[in-house]
C-alpha cells in the first residue's frame, strides 16, 4: 500500500539502499547525510512509489549505513531492495534547525540561472553527483538541458526568496573564452569542474557552497 509523500515534488533523496548484509535482511545503505546514521533520525522512509521502510535498526560498518526495515526479514527480501531510493518528504524536514545561508539542495529545484546581465540559461531541474562534485541541471523551454558545476567559481550567488542564483557562464562552462556559446551545445560541465558536496539533512548546504555543517544531502 502506498501510504508516502503525495506527490513527487515533496521528495527529498537520503540514501540508496546497495547490497544485502548477512542472512537477517539488513542492507547496506549508501546515506547522503552528513553522519551516515542520521539517515535513522527520520523515522520512516519511502521510496518513488510511496512503499513505507520503518528502520528498525542501524549501525555503521565502513562509512556505510547498514539498516534493517520492518517486514524484510532474510537475504532474499534484502537483496530485492538493491538499488531503492530512499526519500522523505520536504515537509517533515525541518528548516529552524539550518543556520541562516544554510538550505536543503531540494529547495535548489525550480530556481532559475542568470548572469550578470540578467540573461536566463535556464531553470535547476536536478542535481547529479557523479563522484567528481555536485552538478545543476540547467532547462531552457525547448532546448536541451545543460550541466553546470555547482562550484563557488560557477554559482556565485543563491537567492532562495528570489527564486534565482547567479552564475557565471564562463567559469560554467557554458559559454568559450571568446564569447561563443559553443560549449552550451554538447551540455558537459564547464572546466573548473570540482563542485562541492554539501552535507547534512539532504545537504543543507551553506550560501558559500562549502562542506559546511548540517544534518542531509536532500536530493531533490
Excluded: C
Aim: hydrophobic share 30%.
Amino acid at each position: 500500500m502506498s501510504n508516502g509523500p503525495k506527490t513527487p515534488g515533496s521528495l527529498v533523496l537520503m540514501g540508496t539502499i546497495g547490497g544485502a548484509q548477512g542472512l537477517r535482511g539488513e542492507v547496506r545503505v549508501k546515506s547522503y547525510t552528513e553522519d551516515p546514521l542520521a539517515i535513522g533520525e527520520y523515522g520512516t522512509l519511502y521510496d518513488a512509489g510511496g512503499n513505507a521502510y520503518e528502520v528498525l535498526d542501524i549501525r555503521l560498518h565502513k562509512a556505510m549505513a547498514v539498516m534493517r526495515f520492518r517486514g524484510i526479514n532474510d537475504r532474499t527480501a534484502a537483496e530485492k531492495l538493491n538499488g531503492t531510493d530512499l526519500y522523505v518528504d520536504r515537509d517533515s524536514l525541518d528548516d529552524e534547525d539550518l543556520d541562516e545561508d544554510e538550505f536543503f539542495y531540494a529547495d535548489l529545484e525550480g530556481l532559475e540561472a542568470r548572469d550578470a546581465t540578467g540573461r536566463s540559461w535556464g531553470t535547476i531541474t536536478a542535481i547529479f553527483d557523479f563522484g567528481a562534485g555536485d552538478i545543476l541541471e540547467l532547462t531552457e523551454k525547448g532546448k536541451r538541458a545543460q550541466l553546470i558545476p555547482f562550484s563557488e567559481a560557477s554559482v556565485l550567488e543563491i537567492d532562495l526568496e528570489g527564486g534565482s542564483i547567479l552564475i557565471d557562464p564562463l567559469a560554467a562552462g557554458l559559454i568559450n573564452p571568446d564569447g561563443d556559446d559553443d560549449a552550451e551545445a554538447d551540455g558537459r560541465p564547464g572546466p573548473d569542474g570540482s563542485g562541492a558536496t554539501g552535507k547534512g539533512r539532504n545537504r543543507p548546504q551553506g550560501g558559500d557552497k562549502g562542506q559546511d555543517k548540517g544534518k542531509d544531502k536532500g536530493k531533490g
